[in-house]
């Protein structure tokens, strides 16, 4: 299985939703970018998690097109999303909407905006 890791930042927090094929993993509300004090932070934590998973991770970066550019340095100046040896990002337009059933983790909102992300055709 593929595990995907769905990023959401904002004004007031950062949504990531990791997921394994159809089933949620982990959900978490994080401080929003701005509150980050270490530029490294978040590819940390993707390089961190994927050592856990033992596995190269897809994460889709769900932002607004004039946000793209080196948003949580997970892309370039240009908005293409960064690749490495743990993980590869994709960055995708926050409106895109679909839906597909899946085990869903309960308790921290619904995520479902997030989940959506996922489900759209890569482009590539």
Request: aromatic residues 6%.
């Given at each position: ?14 949504r990531v ?53 080196c948003c ?34 309960r308790g ?17």
């Amino acid at each position: 299985m593929t595990y995907q890791v769905l990023i959401a930042p904002a004004t007031t927090r950062t949504r990531v939703l990791v997921t394994e094929g159809p089933d949620e993993l982990l959900r978490a509300v994080l401080p929003s970018p701005s509150q980050l004090q270490y530029e490294r932070a978040v590819i940390t934590f993707l390089e961190s998690l994927a050592l856990w998973l033992n596995a190269k991770l897809h994460v889709v970066l769900s932002v607004d097109a004039k946000e793209a550019g080196c948003c949580l340095g997970l892309t370039d100046e240009l908005g293409v999303g960064v690749r490495s040896l743990f993980f590869d990002v994709e960055v995708r337009d926050r409106q895109a909407r679909r839906r597909r059933p899946g085990r869903r983790i309960r308790g921290i909102g619904d995520f479902m905006d997030l989940r959506q992300l996922r489900l759209v055709p890569d482009e590539n």
